[in-house]
């Protein structure tokens, strides 16, 4: 089956993007948006921000349809896919918008909120939220996003490697080259071809 023959398994299909302030969640979910509408899908997106540039949580609805445009805002318990870019987050919107059904990709590396660094709150362990997630959720990833985009040179490239994770999961009519072309409307040139190393590499790392 190619890209373009694959169909939703759900219309609308509801993704959410979430992470904290400064992890490029808003970049990856309008760069998705567009992969989708050039494939001729109605993609609405709505975004709830913490104080972000605090470190707060930055959450983005997806909802995706073949027919028609949606309301933005995602129902309770009523996402299909939840992609995080930190581990946290994952858990705070599981226990909202996830349900058995859900797949679930997230990135490994937290980011402690003041509390935690100030000792007045603790942080679950990694560990806790795999195994929690992976009973609740019927498909889970973890990648150690963060790590592997500084490999790459700039940590903010986790949210492309998470981006190609979920082209990974083939639940969407997605593609690397797509991906290239709505890149490339955001980013300088130069810094095209290392997106798509991410982009590649996030794709590879899902399907592991």
Known sequence: MTVSDRSLSHDPYNII???VGGQGNVMASRVLG???VTKGYHVTIGETFGPSQRGGS???H???SRTSSWSPQI?????????????AE???????????DVIVICNTRPIYPVTVIRGEASYPSVDDIQKSLSTLAADTTFIDATDEAQKLGNSILANIIILGAICGKGVLPIDREGFRRA?????????????VRAFDLGTELSSR
């Open 17 to 19: 993007i979430t992470g």
């Open 34 to 36: 567009t992969m989708l």
């Open 58 to 60: 930055v959450m983005s």
């Open 62 to 64: 997806l909802r995706i």
């Open 75 to 87: 129902p309770e318990y009523g996402a299909h896919l939840i992609a995080s870019l930190e581990p």
């Open 90 to 100: 994952a858990t705070r919107v599981f226990a909202q918008y996830g349900n058995p």
């Open 183 to 195: 890149i490339s409307e955001r980013v300088k040139e130069e810094q095209i071809a290392v997106n």
